[in-house]
């Protein structure tokens, strides 16, 4: 009977041992701060080839992604420009778009920790 | 104390011992009633049966189990001695679980580990937090079916000590069974036949 519990016991223990968080960027693990969402997103079509996004700079920022898709829900894809690597910046023009076409845009900030960007929380879909 | 001390009391000793000494009962040392041997044709059959019965230890030992390879077996093969003990229902019940909870701990495993690689390289708060939560239930199951399929195989090993003890005291019976049994034996000695 004695066995029976210690086998019992073993697998509740080993059942409820979870996983390490082992990533470096992980913020519950390593007591990293977390960027916050970006706020005050703005987006004006300025012209039919260009669409001005801006937004209100945050201190503890290093940087900013931008993602651009045709739908609301599609899959979101990137905007690559160094223009956003730097948290003081507040306003971007997407050249790269399409006249007549309806463009959906996302916006996060990041921070450096140690080679690594951390990523915040990325905002909802803003369009103009 | 000096050697002339030693000398006389060897001397004393050597004319005294054989004074206390018991007689050696030479008759009593070989009585054959000691061993109920009243005749020497039941002298003859104790000695044959001694033979016949080294002969079925010889056979005994032959065909018993030995506990070392059956237990390596059973622990690299769950239910490996059942099967050869023929005890096929209870080896195929013990190969199946340790097959399905090992299968399936695996299964989740591979399902933890390549959630758990999304994390490792995961930037997005989002994304790290989403495939952390994912890992947590696969991993979870994993444990628990490997401790599940630890416990079935730790039992197969109790059990296959039993099995070996119920084995070999069977083949003992039946070896000893068969041979009173058996009228005719054909030995390197001879031929003999039980009326």
Avoid at chain 1, 46 to 56: C, G, H, K, L, R
Avoid at chain 2, 20 to 38: H, L, T
Avoid at chain 2, 98 to 103: G, Q, S
Avoid at chain 2, 117 to 139: A, F, M, Q
Wanted: aromatic share 16%.
């Amino acid at each position: 009977m004695k066995k029976i519990i210690l086998l019992i016991s073993l697998v509740i223990f080993l059942g409820s041992c979870a996983l390490d968080r082992s990533n470096p960027l992980d913020p519950v693990a390593n007591n990293i701060e977390v960027p916050n969402e970006v706020i005050g997103i703005n987006i004006s079509h300025s012209s039919s080839n260009e669409i001005e996004i801006t937004w209100a700079s945050q201190e503890d920022a290093n940087g900013y992604y931008i993602y651009r898709c045709l739908s609301i829900d599609g899959a979101y894809v990137r905007i690559d420009n160094d223009q956003l690597n730097s948290g003081a910046f507040e306003n971007f023009t997407d050249t790269q778009i399409i006249a007549g076409n309806w463009y959906y845009y996302k916006m996060s900030a990041y921070r450096w920790v140690g080679d690594k960007r951390l990523e915040g929380w990325r905002s909802g879909p803003k369009t103009w | 104390m000096s050697y002339k001390n030693i000398i006389v009391l060897l001397v004393l000793a050597l004319i005294v011992s054989p004074l206390i000494a018991q007689r050696f009962d030479v008759e009593k040392f070989s009585d054959p009633a000691k061993y109920k041997w009243n005749s020497p044709k039941v002298q003859l059959q104790s000695r044959l049966d001694l033979q016949q019965r080294q002969k079925l230890l010889q056979v005994y030992e032959m065909n018993k189990f030995s506990y070392r390879s059956k237990i390596i077996k059973s622990a690299l093969v769950p239910g490996w001695t059942h099967f050869s003990a023929g005890k096929y229902a209870k080896g195929q019940i013990i190969l199946g679980l340790e097959v399905a909870l090992f299968v399936s701990s695996f299964y989740y495993y591979d399902q933890a580990m390549n959630y758990n690689d999304k994390y490792k390289n995961s930037n997005y708060i989002g994304d790290l937090e989403y495939y952390y939560e994912k890992t947590k239930v696969p991993w979870r199951n994993s444990q628990l079916f490997f401790g599940l399929g630890l416990m079935v195989w730790v039992y197969n090993l109790y059990d296959t000590f039993l099995v070996i003890d119920e084995y070999n005291t069977e083949l003992w019976q039946k070896i000893y069974i068969d041979y009173h049994n058996k009228k005719l034996s054909v030995t390197p000695s001879g031929i003999t036949y039980r009326f």
